[in-house]
């Protein structure tokens, strides 16, 4: 009976001595010292006489490493986030179908970002030229929407519900997004990086503030002239999501 | 029957998960981790940092590169340049993997990447900034139909702090530091603020930072009233940049994105406001190192209270006398 109680004890001691050994992963060379707190992560103290390192990865909180020749702080230390910083886009080959003149053609893509515990991003957008055919040799300019009064740019969205309005554009709807989207016949023209001095990228969605799943629903706009001719016509939009500092 | 049913549920097997795929929208959702990192390095020195890259959309084929940036704007954004300046030379320690050469990440796959950041000996103090962005290639063209293709990038700030002798340049300045109050009266050449008793006060805080090095601000905003009420409201830690400046953000009511016409604000006070107020700032950048000051003043006075009880009075006066006046009728 004791004899049990005996095996007993000494087989938990052993599972909780091999528990141990396998929750701190020490990693280490003549160069650096890696202490690990946690097996599944990259988190944790890293040391050697040239640096420390803090950083966010895995499963634990952030934290901050130094040594004579570095210091290292990853994720928002106000924050203290393990969580990684996401990017959506619903799809991203957006079909405006075949163009007819005079009838505009639209079509929709959701941008979604996911920023669990520091909230701070935005996103970028600019387009690699106007809609164009793959020769290059037509194109469909960017809107600048009624005219008028209702003309837009790259930073003001304007009305633009004229059937004799031709361009391309986009509207926003949704979270974070710039406050000129105001109706869904508000639109911009993309910013261009192909125009001889590159047009700065537009921010489509920022925040300041935590958030999860933040989603907005961005819709392409093409509308033809009679005179346009016939092609294929495409362009490709580059949506930059960043964090903030 | 039971022949018949089942072509039938196969059928719609085959037009859901079959024939229609191959026209469902292609995703892309890429996460990375962590989101910034920021380092203090030696001239000489080199640090690896490793980075988790997660495919949550459709299979894709991904390229990464790095590039500086800049401050968009005084409240956190970036700016992102062309390509990477600076000293700070970077190169993955992946086996197989290369920055700017593309690699194919599978739906649901994580890639790691180990990213080397090198520093050349005797590069002079000075702070740099860069992104390391991972990219989407561009789908294919469709043929016969207008269409816009969408390339995905997202990013991770990287923010480097050059010193030999472990020294950070802190040169801070308070730039801004007042309430946003509709009324505003100058006496003696003083501009005096005045809000109603019950209004928010808003309250904003700017700092310049005139160092070649990234400061992180702490302290807090006191409120002190003339009835002996107080508070006291914490400063986040966040980056002001070198040779940059940025809305200091109180908590727990500091708003960015201040509704569609107000401008952000470090702060936000709610309460019941009468008399004289007095906020101090008061900030530190860490140890033994300056501390910087500032302070405003503010008024609150019950407009709306008052005028309600005067409406109050004028109502219940006019009722008496009209009651009056009709009982000696």
């Known amino acids: 009976m004791r004899k049990n109680i005996l095996r007993a004890v000494a087989v938990f001691l052993l599972f909780i001595l091999s528990t141990g050994i396998i929750s701190a992963v020490s990693m280490e060379s003549p160069r650096f010292q890696i202490d690990n707190a946690n097996v599944n992560s990259a988190s944790g103290n890293k040391s050697s006489s040239g640096y420390k390192l803090s950083d966010t990865i895995g499963q634990t909180a952030a934290g901050r490493f130094s040594s004579s020749g570095f210091i290292v702080r990853a994720g928002f230390q106000y924050i203290h986030s393990i969580i990684p910083f996401q990017f959506s886009i619903s799809d991203i080959n957006v079909n405006l179908g075949t163009l007819a003149p005079g009838m505009p053609s639209t079509a929709t893509t959701v941008l979604t970002v996911s920023f669990g515990s520091a909230g701070q991003y935005q996103v970028t957008a600019i387009e690699d030229g106007p809609l164009k055919t793959l020769n290059d040799a037509n194109t469909i300019d960017d809107t600048t929407c009624d005219g008028g009064a209702e003309t837009c740019d790259e930073s003001t969205a304007k009305t633009w519900s004229s059937s004799s309005a031709y361009g391309f554009g986009y509207n926003m709807s949704g979270d974070d997004i710039p406050t000129d989207f105001t109706t869904a016949s508000h639109y911009r023209p993309f910013p261009d990086r192909t125009e001889p001095t590159p047009e700065p990228a537009a921010i489509v969605m920022s925040s300041v503030n935590v958030g999860r799943d933040r989603q907005a629903t961005l819709t392409f706009k093409a509308n033809i002239s009679p005179i346009q001719p016939l092609g294929s016509y495409q362009t490709i939009v580059n949506f930059v999501a960043t964090p903030g500092f | ?329």
């Open chain 2, 1 to 329: 029957m039971k022949k018949s049913t089942l072509i039938a549920i196969l059928t719609i097997v085959i037009a859901l998960f079959g024939v229609v795929k191959g026209v469902l929208a292609q995703q892309v959702s890429l996460s990375i981790s962590p989101p910034i990192i920021d380092a203090v390095m030696k001239p000489g020195k080199s640090i690896m940092v490793a980075y988790n890259i997660k495919n949550s959309g459709d299979p894709v084929i991904v390229n990464t590169r790095v590039v500086s940036f800049e401050p968009r704007d005084n409240f956190g954004n970036v700016r992102l340049k062309d390509k990477a300046i600076g000293p700070v030379r970077f190169s993955l320690d992946n086996a197989h993997l290369e920055l700017e050469e593309p690699f194919f990440l599978d739906t649901g796959a994580t890639q790691q990447l180990l990213l080397r950041m090198r520093l050349p000996e005797n590069v002079p103090n000075a702070d740099h900034y860069y992104s390391l962005l991972v990219q989407t290639t561009s789908p294919t063209t469709v043929e016969g139909v207008a269409s816009s293709r969408a390339r995905a990038t997202i990013g991770s700030n990287i923010l480097i702090t050059v010193t030999d002798s472990g020294v950070i340049d802190i040169k801070p300045r308070v730039t801004i530091f007042e309430t946003l109050s509709k009324f505003k009266i100058t006496l003696f050449g003083k501009s005096i603020k005045i809000f109603d008793s019950l209004d928010k006060v808003p309250v904003v805080l700017y700092i310049e930072n005139n160092g070649s090095n990234k400061i992180v601000p702490g302290g807090k905003i006191s409120l002190h009233g003339a009835f002996g009420q107080s508070a006291d409201y914490e400063i986040l830690p966040k980056n002001i940049l070198s040779n940059s400046q940025r809305l200091i953000e109180a908590t727990p009511s500091a708003d960015l994105a201040n509704g569609l016409s107000l401008p952000p604000t470090s702060l936000t006070l709610k309460g019941l406001f009468i008399g004289k107020y007095n906020l101090s700032a008061n900030i530190n950048f860490g140890e033994n190192s300056p501390t910087v000051f500032g302070s405003t003043i503010f008024f609150g006075f019950p407009f709306k209270i008052l005028g309600g009880v005067i409406f109050i009075i004028a109502v219940t006066v006019f009722l008496t006398k009209r009651f009056s006046k009709d009982d000696e009728d």
